[in-house]
């Protein structure tokens, strides 16, 4: 992978040092970046879903309900076989788009209209459920290590009925490279972080979503769409982001506010990060479990079309 891509800004300081020097309040460089601030910050809280799974959910807690376009996002992260072993025996989805993001271990996902696979590690899944599919997602794996994302991406009333679809992506298939001149990388799963782009097809919240490992404290800016909302789970170490150099600690999310990049750098140690934006829908969101739809009434439908065994025809 090309070693000169332009994912690091060096610098930084020096840069906003010259700008304010000159007595500048537009300095274009620093208008460029627009870096985003860290808004909140919070952790996971441990539960569990499926037939017994120990996760932390992030997204979808008391504490955050949803992060419109984002209605979920569960970190599982265990090499003790009970946390996992059962999985996520047959359920229901209708409305949205789920993402199983999977850095270690291997799951097997088998749906209600003939379709299976695995996600092995390093590779992601990013299915969208439109209409309704009901599947299971079982570890393909008796012990070592499970650790992974799932994110939940809401979808327009426009689109909550669309037909089901799948991209399975392999490690290969991700977008792989050097985080510039810093001694990292990243893998983008969707959206274009400076040449590298992902493969997930287009999608209506546009999202951008990335993991990133980061070697050493230099500074990396990436850019993010402007009017996204956007946020970083540090996954493992500590990162510090933004101008304000918030530092943020393994298993929090940080939240960010507007902007139209994201800076971040690993002060003291190497850090794994999940990054991701999307367009804010700004539609009513009504949920119930699997269920995301716009009214209650629609929530009803999707019960009575559950039960009755049509949840995922069209
Ligand atoms: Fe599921």
């Known amino acids: 992978m090309d070693s000169s891509r332009r994912l690091f800004l060096a610098g930084t300081g020096s840069v906003v040092a010259s700008a304010a020097l000159a007595g500048c309040q537009k300095a274009p460089a620093i208008a460029a970046r627009s870096p985003r601030r860290v808004e909140r910050i919070l952790h996971g809280i441990p539960t569990s879903d499926g037939d017994g799974v120990r996760l932390n959910r992030v997204i979808g807690q008391p504490a955050l ?3 419109d376009p984002f209605i979920l996002l569960d970190r599982f992260h265990s090499d003790d076989p009970d946390a996992y072993i059962r999985g996520f025996p047959d359920h229901p989805h ?11 271990g291997r799951m097997r996902h088998r749906d209600s209209r003939g379709n299976h696979g695995v996600i092995g590690g390093g590779g992601a899944q990013w299915m969208t459920a439109g209409r309704g599919i009901i599947h299971s997602e079982m570890p393909e794996q008796e012990q070592g290590l499970m650790s992974g994302f799932q994110l939940w991406v809401n979808l327009p009333a426009s689109e909550k009925f669309c037909p089901q679809f ?23 799963i969707a959206g274009n972080v400076d040449g590298l782009v992902g493969p997930v097809r ?23 769409p402007e009017g996204h909302t956007a946020f970083v789970f540090v996954g493992s170490g500590g990162v510090e982001i933004g101008p304000d150099a918030t530092p943020v600690r393994e298993g929090a999310i940080a939240i960010l506010g507007g902007g139209r990049s994201l800076e971040v750098r690993a002060p003291a140690e190497r850090s794994e990060i999940l990054v991701a934006a999307g367009k804010p829908l700004r539609e009513p969101i009504v949920q119930y479990g699997p269920f995301v739809m716009n009214t209650e009434a629609e929530i ?12 995922d025809r069209g």
């Open 94 to 104: 209708r409305g949205f788009e789920t993402v199983t993001v999977m850095l270690e």
């Open 300 to 311: 009803r439908q999707a019960f009575a079309d559950y039960r009755a065994g049509v949840l």
């Open 65 to 67: 309900r949803n992060l």
């Open 166 to 188: 799948y991209q399975d992506l392999g490690r290969d298939q991700l977008a792989q490279g050097k985080l510039g001149a810093a001694g990292g990388r990243i893998s983008v």
């Open 202 to 224: 287009e999608r209506p919240t546009e999202p951008l979503l990335f993991t990133a490992v980061l070697e050493d404290d230099r500074l990396t800016s990436i850019d993010t």
